[in-house]
């Protein structure tokens, strides 16, 4: 199943709601994951079935979304945020991810 | 808390084999899913395939003939191997915890791999 994730490169203030969009191929049935990945660090999972917060991670991180179109809405954008997000889908048990979003502070 | 450790050569010659160690600790290979996943330069991601807790494996179709993953629960480790690597197989190569062998919730460091002459 293609994963699209879009824009490839968001920027923005400190402060901002943001927020990253994937679209899959086919309906996945939010069987979805979103991972932020810093530079040099491994990938840290975010959110599970679309919308369920992993634990440990803040809460102005969240999921959204169905079908084939699902979002990952970071409330009030931190510093730390500065990353590369993936999405990946779990509805086909080939695994499949998005290209990435990276995200920069303005 | 789990911690997982790729080990390996960084650089594999083109038509070799290419092997990996991930090495685990604070958690038990006997459960769970424990699988490899690569990154590409240019960002792209690959599932590779995994080993679930009682050994039986999975893989990426478009790896089949290539890949295997085995494992030593002496040693709480599992490996990959990659035949017949070109160059397209240059890539950041990870390990991951995957609890139900959907999404993965633990991950190494990353190993860097070049494949070149």
């Known amino acids: 199943i293609q994963m699209t994730q879009s824009p490839s490169l968001l920027s923005a203030s400190v402060g901002d709601r943001v927020t990253l969009s994937c679209k899959a191929g086919?309906?996945?049935?939010?069987?979805l994951a979103w991972y932020q990945q810093k530079l040099g660090e491994a990938p840290k999972l975010l959110i599970y079935?679309?919308?369920s917060l992993q634990t440990g991670i803040p809460s102005r991180f969240s999921g959204s979304g169905s079908g084939t179109d699902y979002t990952l809405t970071i409330s009030s954008l931190q510093p730390e945020d500065v990353a590369t997000y993936f999405c990946?889908?779990?509805?086909?048990?080939?695994?499949?991810f998005g290209s990435g979003t990276k995200l920069e502070i303005k | 808390e789990v911690q997982l450790q790729e080990s390996g050569p960084g650089l594999v010659k083109p038509s070799q084999s290419l092997s990996l160690t991930c090495s685990v600790t604070?958690?038990?290979?006997?459960?769970?899913?424990w699988g490899w996943i690569r990154k590409f330069p240019g960002n792209k991601m690959e599932w590779m395939g995994y080993?679930?807790?009682?050994?039986?494996?999975s893989y990426n179709p478009s790896l089949k003939s290539r890949i295997s993953i085995t494992r030593d629960t002496s040693k709480n480790q599992f490996f990959l191997q990659l035949n017949s690597v070109t160059t397209e197989d240059t890539a950041t190569y990870y390990c991951?915890?995957?609890?139900?062998?959907?999404?993965?919730?633990?991950w190494g460091q990353g190993a860097s791999v070049t494949v070149s002459s």
């Open positions: 990946q889908q779990y509805n086909s048990w080939t695994l499949t």
């Open positions: 604070g958690y038990s290979i006997t459960s769970n899913y």
């Open positions: 079935n679309a919308n």
């Open positions: 080993i679930s807790y009682s050994g039986s494996t």
């Open positions: 086919q309906n996945i049935n939010n069987y």
């Open positions: 991951a915890r995957l609890p139900g062998s959907y999404v993965m919730d633990a």
